[in-house]
C-alpha cells in the first residue's frame, strides 16, 4: 500500500506519512463525527423549499391513489412510499433513512478512494464532509440527493473494482457479465433518481471508450437501455403512464421554468448559464461549502471560478497519464457539472444542485494540488497546502457549530414541529392544520406550498398555484370550478427567507387580485393567523360569479 503512494506523492510531505500511518483510525474517527454531526445538525421538521415535502407526498400519493411519481425521478419517492407501508407516515423515521443513506455513503467512498488517491485528498475531503452543515444537512432531509450520493458511490465502487478486470472477449465471462450488468443497473437508477443521472452513463461509455473497452461501452449500453425499456413498459402496462410524461425537459429549455409564455432559450442563452451558473455554483457555493465564503455574502467572483477550471484542466491533462481512477473521476466531473451548468436556470441557484458531485470535487482538486507540489516551480505548495486545507476545516466547523440549535431541535423533539420557522411560515402551517381540523375531507383548498401544507394538515390535500395560467378572470374562475376549490389561503411567505423585508412571494395574491377587479364579492375571509407575517384563509363564493355575469 505505502509503495503505491511514494511513487504519487511529493516527498518530503509529513503529512501525508502521518495520515497513512494512522489511515484506519483516521477513518472510524471521522465517521463517528460525522455521525454525531449529523445528529446536532438534525432538523425534524420539512424544509421551507418545499421538493423534500413533494418527494414524500409523491410517496404517499402512490400508496393510497396509485399515481405513479414521475417528476423529478420515481425511485426516490417509490422507496419512500415502501418506508412508509412498513413504518406508517413518521417524518422522523423517513428522515432517520436519509442519515442511513449518508453514512452508507461515506463508507462506500472511502473504501472507494483508499490507496487511488493521496490520503491527504481523502481525509481532508472526509473531514470537510464531517463537519460541513451544508453538506449534512441533507443526513435529516428527504431530498434525493442522500440516495443519489450513495448510488453513485455504488457505481465508482464497481468501475474502480472492474478497471483491474479483463475485459476478455465478445463473449464475456460470468464475472464480467456480472460487473456490466451492475454497472448498467446503478446508471439506470441514478437516472431514476435524478434526470443528471444520464450523465452517468454517458461517462462511464466515454471512459471505456477512451480506454480502448469498446466491447464494454458497447454491453453496458445495451443492458442500460434494456432495463430502462423495461422499467418503461412495466410502468405503462401497470400505471398507464406514457414515457414522455415528465415535466422537467420543457421547463429546462424554457427562458423563464414559471412562464412558459417567454419562450424557449436559444443557444446563446444556454452559454450564458453555463458563464453564470459555474460562478455562483464554483465562486459562491463550493467556496461556502469548504469555509472560505460566508453564508450571508451573494456575490459572485468570476476570478475563483477561472482558477478552479484552470486547476481542473490541469488534472485532467496529468490524471489521463498517471491515474486512471481520477482521470475517470475527472470525466465523469466534466460531464455532470457540464450539464448541470449548462441546464440550470440561473434563477434557482440553490446549492444542493451540486452536492452530489462536491465530495467528488474536492478529492480531485486537492489531488491537483498535491500533484502540482511536485513541479519545481510549485515545490511551494507543499508548505502552503496542509496550512491552507487545515484553516478551510476549522472555517467550516466554525461556521457549522454556529448554525447549531439545540433548543429548537429539543423542542421539535418534544412535539413542538413549529419551533424553528420564521412567523411567515408559522402562521402559513397554523393554517394549513386549522384546515384538517375546520373543513371537510371533500373541501379543496388551494395554496402556494401544498406539500408543506399537506404534511402539517394532518394528511389533508391542498391545491398548489404555482403560477398564474391567465388574465381573464373568467378563465381563472373556470380554473378553480374545474378542481373543486372552496378555499384559497393567501399567505405571507417572504421572498427572502431569511429576513423580512416586506416582499412576499405573491402568487396567489396577483392571482386573486385578477378575479376581485372583476368580481369583488368572490372571496370571504374565514380565518388569519398571525400579525406582521399572517395568513388568511378564504373562502370561495361560486354563485357570486353567476350573478355578476348575470348583471353584465
Same mark, same amino acid.
Given at each position: 500500500?505505502?509503495?503505491? @503512494? ?7 510531505? $509529513? ?5 497513512? =500511518? ?23 421538521k ?14 404517499i400519493?402512490?400508496l393510497?391513489?396509485? /399515481?405513479?411519481?414521475?417528476y423529478?425521478?420515481?425511485?426516490y ?6 418506508i412508509?407501508?412498513?413504518a !406508517? ?5 423517513l ?8 453514512v452508507?455513503?461515506?463508507i462506500?467512498?472511502?473504501r ?9 485528498a *481523502?481525509?481532508y ?12 444537512? %441533507?443526513?435529516s =432531509?428527504?431530498f ?6 450513495? *448510488?453513485?458511490?455504488?457505481?465508482f ?71 430502462l ?5 412495466? +410502468?405503462?402496462?401497470i ?6 410524461s !415528465?415535466? =422537467? ?23 450564458? +448559464?453555463?458563464?453564470?451558473?459555474? @460562478?455562483?455554483?464554483l465562486s459562491? &457555493?463550493?467556496? +461556502?461549502? #469548504?469555509?472560505? +465564503?460566508?453564508?450571508?455574502i ?35 466531473l466534466?460531464?455532470?457539472?457540464? #450539464?448541470?451548468?449548462?441546464s ?19 478529492v480531485?482538486?486537492v ?11 510549485f515545490v511551494f #505548495? ?7 486545507? *487545515?484553516?478551510?476545516?476549522v ?10 440549535? /439545540? ?12 419551533? !424553528?420557522?420564521?412567523p411567515?411560515w ?21 395554496? $402556494? ?5 399537506? #404534511? ?6 391542498? &391545491? ?24 384559497? /389561503?393567501? !399567505?405571507? *411567505?417572504?421572498? @427572502? ?5 416586506g ?35 378564504y373562502?370561495?363564493h361560486?354563485?357570486? %360569479?353567476?350573478?355578476?355575469? @348575470?348583471? =353584465?
Amino acid at each position: 500500500m505505502r509503495k503505491k @503512494n511514494k511513487e504519487s506523492l511529493p516527498e518530503p510531505f $509529513r503529512l501525508e506519512s502521518w495520515l497513512i =500511518q494512522r489511515a484506519n483510525s483516521l477513518f472510524y474517527l471521522l465517521l463517528a463525527v460525522f455521525v454525531v454531526f449529523s445528529f446536532l445538525y438534525f432538523n425534524v421538521k420539512p424544509s421551507i423549499a418545499g421538493d423534500d415535502s413533494s418527494y414524500i407526498i409523491r410517496g404517499i400519493n402512490f400508496l393510497e391513489s396509485g /399515481i405513479f411519481p414521475t417528476y423529478q425521478g420515481p425511485v426516490y419517492p417509490l422507496l419512500l412510499s415502501l418506508i412508509i407501508l412498513l413504518a !406508517g407516515m413518521n417524518l422522523l423515521v423517513l428522515k432517520l433513512s436519509s442519515l442511513v443513506f449518508m453514512v452508507g455513503f461515506i463508507i462506500v467512498f472511502y473504501r472507494t478512494f483508499k490507496e487511488k488517491v493521496s490520503y491527504t485528498a *481523502l481525509f481532508y475531503t472526509m473531514a470537510i464532509l464531517s463537519v460541513s452543515h451544508l453538506f449534512l444537512f %441533507f443526513s435529516s =432531509q428527504t431530498f434525493s440527493e442522500a440516495l443519489f450520493l450513495l *448510488l453513485q458511490a455504488g457505481l465508482f465502487y464497481l468501475l474502480f473494482k472492474g478497471m483491474s478486470l479483463n475485459e476478455g472477449g465478445w463473449l464475456p465471462s460470468k464475472k464480467e457479465l456480472a460487473f456490466i450488468l451492475l454497472v448498467a443497473l446503478c446508471c439506470v437508477l441514478l437516472f431514476l433518481t435524478r434526470t443528471i443521472g444520464f450523465g452517468a452513463l454517458l461517462a462511464t461509455v466515454l471512459f471505456f471508450m477512451v480506454e480502448r473497452k469498446f466491447k464494454r461501452a458497447l454491453y453496458v449500453t445495451v443492458f442500460f437501455v434494456a432495463l430502462l425499456s423495461a422499467f418503461f413498459t412495466l +410502468r405503462s402496462q401497470i400505471w398507464e403512464v406514457p414515457v414522455s410524461s !415528465g415535466e =422537467q425537459s420543457s421547463q429546462l429549455m424554457s427562458k423563464n421554468p414559471y412562464d412558459s409564455s417567454e419562450g424557449k432559450e436559444d443557444f446563446l442563452g444556454f452559454v450564458a +448559464r453555463f458563464k453564470d451558473n459555474s @460562478n455562483l455554483y464554483l465562486s459562491k &457555493h463550493l467556496m +461556502r461549502i #469548504i469555509g472560505f +465564503r460566508s453564508d450571508s455574502i451573494n456575490t459572485v467572483k468570476p476570478p475563483i471560478s477561472f482558477a478552479l477550471y484552470l486547476l481542473f484542466i490541469f488534472g485532467f491533462l496529468r490524471f489521463a497519464q498517471k491515474n486512471k481512477y481520477l482521470y475517470f473521476t475527472s470525466v465523469y466531473l466534466a460531464i455532470m457539472l457540464g #450539464i448541470t451548468f449548462f441546464s440550470l436556470q440561473k434563477i434557482w441557484d440553490q446549492y444542493r444542485l451540486i452536492i452530489p458531485f462536491v465530495p467528488l470535487m474536492l478529492v480531485v482538486l486537492v489531488q491537483i494540488l498535491v500533484d502540482m507540489s511536485k513541479v519545481k516551480h510549485f515545490v511551494f #505548495i507543499r508548505k502552503v497546502l496542509p496550512v491552507v486545507l *487545515l484553516l478551510s476545516v476549522v472555517l467550516t466547523f466554525g461556521k457549522g457549530v454556529k448554525s447549531m440549535d /439545540i433548543p429548537t431541535l429539543a423542542k421539535n423533539i418534544k412535539g413542538d414541529m413549529l419551533a !424553528g420557522y420564521t412567523p411567515d411560515w408559522v402562521s402559513y402551517l397554523q393554517m394549513a392544520e386549522y384546515c384538517h381540523d375546520n373543513l371537510s375531507e371533500q373541501q379543496v383548498v388551494a395554496c $402556494r406550498k401544498p406539500n408543506l401544507a399537506r #404534511i402539517y394538515g394532518k394528511g389533508k390535500k391542498f &391545491h398548489g398555484i404555482y403560477r398564474i395560467p391567465s388574465n381573464d378572470p373568467d378563465e381563472l374562475i373556470q380554473y378553480l370550478k374545474e378542481r373543486n376549490i372552496s378555499h384559497i /389561503i393567501l !399567505g405571507s *411567505l417572504r421572498k @427572502n427567507p431569511k429576513q423580512f423585508t416586506g416582499q412576499t412571494i405573491n402568487t396567489i395574491q396577483r392571482f386573486m387580485a385578477i378575479i376581485f377587479k372583476k368580481y369583488p364579492k368572490t372571496f370571504k375571509l374565514v380565518h388569519k393567523f398571525g400579525n406582521q407575517e399572517p395568513a388568511y384563509l378564504y373562502e370561495i363564493h361560486y354563485p357570486d %360569479f353567476e350573478t355578476e355575469t @348575470n348583471k =353584465q
